[in-house]
């Protein structure tokens, strides 16, 4: 491998100490951001360089033993022929597996993939081929199939119908599956793909909108009606609520999965500064001001 190769915690964007959420999360938007279907012309080939080089820190920085190797060893932990440099180094973790062959991959293109394009089947995995057969991390892999669902799906569970192998086959996606959750049946890997949602942004397990208010009832007080995923419910406004303070709904986010518990709602709130008054409402303000409010 190349001395000048880029070091991998740099291409994500996050430190040597960072958690492997954070890694995921760092992942996660820089393939988003780099992959090449969001490219053209010339654009397109500096995309597929750089979403290879994202995918190839996040396979070595994803797996513990691999982040071990590569922070012990650099990317010489996975040059050809062992790449440790020598025989001596016998405390590699990959010493007796003949080292990992140069990364390469391929793009899947699948019927599977209800946008088309190349496959998100599971976008933490993209694609297919990191290490070759020599890799002892992939054994015995069983076909991976995606689908991708509503947001509110997701929150919810849903029934779908697929095509496993030729053959139609019904699965239960639970409810609280986020978008690259994977679901393992007996014969395939089922990869879930999220549609975002125009209302709500998910963290983790909670969930956060934003709410506008009048000024009016910032400085009063009032009563809001605010969406959750189970119905609206009313939530209090208490008198001179600040803009961005943040209201707490608990047990009102993303359902919890694999034994997780519910996570809660945050509600954002902005208050809505008028651009234009009219003359009675700008006298009862400089009034307010007078009066030093």
């Known amino acids: 491998m190349s001395a000048t190769k880029t070091d991998y915690y740099d291409l994500l964007g996050v430190s040597k100490n960072a958690s492997l959420e954070e890694i995921k999360k760092a992942y996660r938007k820089q393939a988003l951001e780099w992959h090449p279907d969001r490219h053209q012309g010339a654009d397109k080939e500096m995309a597929e360089k ?35 440099g020598s025989a001596g180094r016998a405390g590699s973790p990959f010493s007796g597996f003949g080292g990992f062959g140069p990364f390469t991959y391929t793009y899947t293109y699948t019927s599977e993939n209800p946008f088309g394009g190349t496959d998100f089947g599971d976008p933490f995995d993209i694609f297919e081929q990191f290490f070759g057969s020599a890799s002892p991390f992939r054994r015995n892999r069983l076909p991976r199939y995606s689908i991708t669902i509503d947001f509110m799906e997701a929150m919810k569970g849903v029934e779908k119908e ?53 000024i009016s009832m910032a400085i009063l007080g009032g009563e809001i009606k605010v969406p959750t995923i189970d119905g609206d419910v009313k939530l209090k406004i208490r008198p001179g609520t600040q803009s961005n303070s943040m209201i707490r709904l608990r047990e009102r986010g993303v359902p919890g999965l694999r034994h997780q518990k519910r996570g809660d709602q945050y509600v954002k709130i902005h208050v809505a500064i008028p651009e234009k008054l009219t003359s009675e409402q700008r006298n009862l303000v400089n009034q307010l001001r007078l009066k030093g409010l």
């Open 50 to 84: 750089r979403f290879k080089e994202i995918n190839e820190a996040y396979q070595v920085l994803s797996d513990p033993q691999k982040r071990q190797a590569y922070d012990q060893f650099g990317h010489q932990a996975f040059a050809p022929g062992g790449g440790m």
């Open 162 to 214: 697929i095509v496993v192998n030729g053959k139609k086959r019904k699965v239960k996606i639970p409810a609280g599956v986020d978008d690259g959750t994977r679901i393992q049946f007996d014969d395939f890997v089922l990869s879930i793909n999220v549609k975002p949602s125009s209302i709500y942004e998910r963290d983790g397990q909670d969930l956060y909108i934003t709410e506008v208010i009048p």
